[in-house]
């Protein structure tokens, strides 16, 4: 057998009737979790925030073992290690060579990214919720059995800017994962690049004014600081959020559709 490489270019025959979208989504969402690298990276997770949780109720003082503050604790898990998932949802097809089958079973490309994208956002979406979950189960172990205060004093927008700060993690990883379609390059370019962003207008007192608007974690600070997103934090969340997560995620997608898929 030839070991050269073979380009195949496919286009939809229109005789035949596409692949429903609910299968799709299932299919993606069956490749988030049963694949090794998925598996582990949802069970780390997981194991991660459980062990931040206990860290905190045994550490923290009685006064701070409130449910904002596990909340808080819950999140820093998962923003770090969320939108690994959202680039392994795109870039495994490309690292395992899988993208010749899926895209032979559903040529339509657009199709296959939009499932790709609603799956990552569900999973966002349910670790959110299970962190909420365990979030409150702490506290009331906390007020159980450390003396915790117990304070549930948090209030719709605030869970709100909780799914809107680790569903925007998740997509920009996603849209990383599709610009490059290489999982190492789309890791360290997440991590990497908007620190280093961050970092330069942290340094040059003249460019503060203007880093909310072109960096997408000083826009999203105030969640970090425990306060709500208002009008004008939402129009930086808007254009910074254009910049990192809306423009890779349209040049991704251009991309996509021009790629050649190979089989060796």
Do not use: C
């Not at 040059?204 to 004008?232: C, H, I």
């Amino acid at each position: 057998m030839s070991t050269a490489t073979r380009h195949i270019e496919m286009t939809p025959d229109p005789r035949v009737a596409s692949v429903p979208f609910g299968r799709l989504l299932r299919a993606e969402l069956r490749k988030l979790v049963d694949t090794r690298a998925g598996f582990w990276l949802l069970t780390a997770i997981g194991l991660i925030t459980v062990a931040v949780i206990v860290v905190f109720l045994f550490v923290a003082d009685p006064d701070q073992l409130t449910f904002m503050n596990l909340v808080g604790a819950t999140a820093t898990p998962q923003s770090i290690l969320l939108p690994v998932l959202g680039i392994l949802a795109v870039t495994a097809e490309w690292s395992q060579r899988t993208g010749l089958v899926t895209f032979t079973l559903e040529p339509s490309r657009i199709r296959i990214a939009v499932a790709k994208l609603v799956a990552v956002v569900l999973i966002g979406l349910l670790a959110v919720v299970v962190a909420l979950g365990v979030a409150a189960v702490s506290n009331l172990a906390g007020m159980a059995f450390l003396d915790g205060a117990g304070s549930w004093n948090v209030g719709a927008a605030n869970v709100r800017d909780f799914f809107a700060v680790q569903l925007i993690g998740i997509v920009q990883g996603f849209a990383f994962g599709m610009l490059l379609m290489n999982t190492a390059a789309a890791i360290v370019l997440y991590y990497v690049v908007p620190i280093a962003w961050t970092v330069l207008f942290s340094m040059v007192g003249s460019l503060e004014k203007v880093a909310p608007w072109l960096d997408v974690n000083t826009a999203m600070a105030p969640a970090f600081d425990q306060r709500t997103f208002q009008a004008g934090d939402w129009a930086h969340i808007a254009v910074s959020g254009t910049i990192w997560v809306i423009l890779p995620l349209a040049l991704g997608l251009l991309r996509l559709l021009h790629r050649e898929v190979k089989s060796a």
